[in-house]
């Protein structure tokens, strides 16, 4: 089988409909006319499909500018659940606070392509950072500060209780009578003027247990990953796509063997086998091709430690995910993260 081309073909930036659908109902809840919504998004407002990311920042820049420069933080305390469509529920399904914040890096380019998440642990401290992808927008600070307060809302929502006692590391400055409102709205000590958007916390808090997880949601997981690979697979069908669903249903519980995919599938290995080589593809490497696709989509839409990225496709460590890496793509997986970065 031929080496698979896995750039990610480049598309304009984007918010889905639900998170912009909570920006425009808080912004007219402050008061912003309908009138002067539509003049950004349009005759009709906003419909169901997703908006482009330089509609979303107008759209924020126009109710900051009406409502004052404290509607950021406002903003992110109205999220709930469906602001996150289908990535709120697949948190409620993570049994802890860590899981879940984990699943933000895997999936934020799912919900917008306004900045990336990362996070790192460091001793017993936790440090969440968010790099904003405009930050010389008009309305950037009153974005990074949502994106902020959102994370600490759903936080709360998933755990069901407050999180407090955290340090927040904000670039950008404000007034001081927002600052203050701010700080009480939090509850963390607040520093303007850093060197990074970020969240300083416990990492204990990442043990933190969500009492309504649902174990049976997570195969909605890999639907995602199995949409992805039908859109850049859209003409595959029949026994590869089958095979295909089964391997990146199971990536990341350990290996993914022939004999396991065949049991999915209700046929005995040797069937699967011959029914493959019909399709004129071999097992191997169809896993390889499906690794290859989803590693290239990790690296290049999410903040995920590249360990982490190599454990969910089902390498036990680094070394291995980078060697196969490298095979495929003729350079690490950190020299390719940088290359889709830079470009």
Known sequence: MPPIDCSIAPSAPRVVAPYAHTLWDAARAEGLPQAVLEQVLGPGGLGEADIPAVAYRALLQQAVAHAGPGFGWRLGQSVKPTTYGVNGILLLACPTLGEALQQVLRFESLV????????????DQVI????????????????VESVFSGIQTCAQWLVGQAVTGFTLEFMHHTDTETAAAIARASGASVRWGAQAHRAVFPAAVLGWPIPQANKTLLPLLQTHADELLQARYPREGGIVAQVRQCISGRLGQGMVKLADV??????????LQRRLADAGVAYQALLDATRHELACHYLATSAMPIA???????????PAFHHAFKQWQGQGPGQYRASRASA
Request: glycine share 10%.
């Open 262 to 271: 065949a049991q999915d599938l209700h046929l005995s290995t040797r069937t």
């Open 128 to 143: 969440y950072a968010w790099r904003n992808d405009c930050p010389d927008h008009a309305a950037a600070g009153a974005l």
């Open 308 to 318: 982490e990225v190599g454990y969910l496709l089902g390498y036990q460590d680094a």
């Open 112 to 123: 917008h392509d306004l900045g990336r998440s990362s996070f790192e642990r460091q001793g």
